[in-house]
Structures are given as structure tokens and as C-alpha cells.
């Protein structure tokens, strides 16, 4: 099993879901690393979860605010992960903060459309656009050829749902309108072409359909089995999966 081996990580989301189950396997690789755990409300109590790895792993855990629909709040969170970084640069961007529109095209609400978007496409368009000069730094730090995870790379947790060529069979009897992954792997694709120069690798990669607060308690996967699988795969990207779409264990989906 190829290790994720990234000295510093940034998780969004990271206070529930796939998001709090990525941090506690993280913990669990001994090699050296530090991780920014980030959220929209560190002291609520949807995040008592993370805020108790943090009290365990204070060396390990830095909990910083940031809320995807705020483009001020990414910014912030930008200076204040800088400033903890300092030279080193940031080895590993997890972009996996989203949420679900529920309804058809019948009945589902413009604001919760609108709000989807910003949240899962507009969001992570910032993030990556405050964040990229820390992943410049770390990939001009590394001395390695080619493009990992452990150098610099952005992860974008998306959903066979935007497919457009899996999308009707997977969704059928679901109660959304996935555009919103769609436009996040637009994203994905437009972001890697522009990260190639500085050898920052740039995928999408859809975590299965599992038991959380958006995929619901019908789904068959468990939290903990769907992010091992995606930490396999994360750990053996080379450039040659730059600009990809890739499920939990390694299959190829088509856009």
C-alpha cells in the first residue's frame, strides 16, 4: 500500500464525514507530518470530534477556520496557514468541504442551487487560488522529478454524479441535481492545466457511495473502508494521473 507520506496537509470539511475519517487514518502513518484541519465552526459542536484529536495530537492537529461560502474567511485562512508554514510550503490540499441540493428539476429552490455552487464550485476555486503559492513552494522545495502527492498536489473530492457519461445510472432514484460536481470537475480539469507548469498535481477523486450525513444511511460503504481506498490511491498518483478522474480503488471514471 503506497503511504501518503506529504509532511503538511490541508483538509476543508474536516470536523465530520470522510473529512474527520481522513484525519484520523493520517494520525495513524507515523511518518512525520503536520495537518491543518479546517472547518466553517471550530466551536460548534458538530466538531467536538475533531477538536478532541486535536487535544490528542496538539503537535500533529492545527484546527483553522474556514468557510468555503466566505471568500474573506478562505482568505484569512490562507494568511494564518501561511504564517504557520513559514518556508516550508504546503505538500497536500484536500478539497473535500461540499453539500447536496435536494429536489429535481421540478422542485428544486434557485437559493439552494445557488448555494450549492458557491460551496462546491466557487469555494474550492478560491482555495486553490489562495493556497497555490504555498504549493509553489513546496514543489520547488522537493528535489524529486515529476508530480505526488508528497510534493505538491491538489485533491478534489468529487462524485461519479458529475460524470456525465455515469451520471444516469448512478443517480437513478436519487432526489438531486448533481450539477454542481460537474462544475467542480470542470474545475478540476481547468486547474490542472494551470498547475502543470509548476508540477503541482491536480485530480478529482470520487470517495464511493457512503454512510455519511450527504450520502445517507443506505449507502453501502463505510466511512473508514472508502478513505483507505482513497489514501491508497492518493499515495500512487504520479503525473500520470495529473488532471484525472479516479474512484476510491484506482478505477478511471469518464468525465
Known sequence: MAAVKACNILITGANRGLGLETVKQLLENSCQKHIFATCRDPDGPKSEALRELAR???????????????????????????????????????????????GTIHTSRVEDMKNTFNTNVI???????????????????????????????????????????????????????????????????????????????CMALHPGWVKTELGGEKAPLEPKESVEGMLRVIGSLTEKQHGGFLDYTGETIPW
Request: some cysteine.
Open 56 to 102: 490528542k495530537h496538539p503537535s500533529v492537529i492545527t484546527i483553522i477556520c474556514l468557510d468555503v461560502d466566505d471568500p474573506c474567511s478562505i482568505k484569512e485562512s490562507a494568511k494564518k496557514v501561511g504564517s504557520l508554514l513559514g518556508n516550508n510550503g504546503l505538500n497536500l490540499l484536500v478539497n473535500n468541504a461540499a453539500i447536496v441540493a435536494r
Open 123 to 201: 469555494g474550492p476555486l478560491l482555495i486553490i487560488r489562495e493556497y497555490q503559492p504555498y504549493l509553489q513552494t513546496a514543489a520547488k522545495a522537493s528535489r524529486t522529478p515529476g508530480m505526488s502527492c508528497n510534493k505538491a498536489a491538489v485533491i478534489n473530492i468529487s462524485s461519479v454524479a458529475g460524470s456525465m457519461t455515469r451520471n444516469p445510472t448512478f443517480c437513478t432514484g436519487f432526489n438531486t441535481l448533481p450539477f454542481m460536481y460537474a462544475g467542480f470537475n470542470m474545475l478540476t480539469v481547468l486547474a490542472a492545466e494551470e498547475l502543470k507548469a509548476d508540477e503541482i498535481l
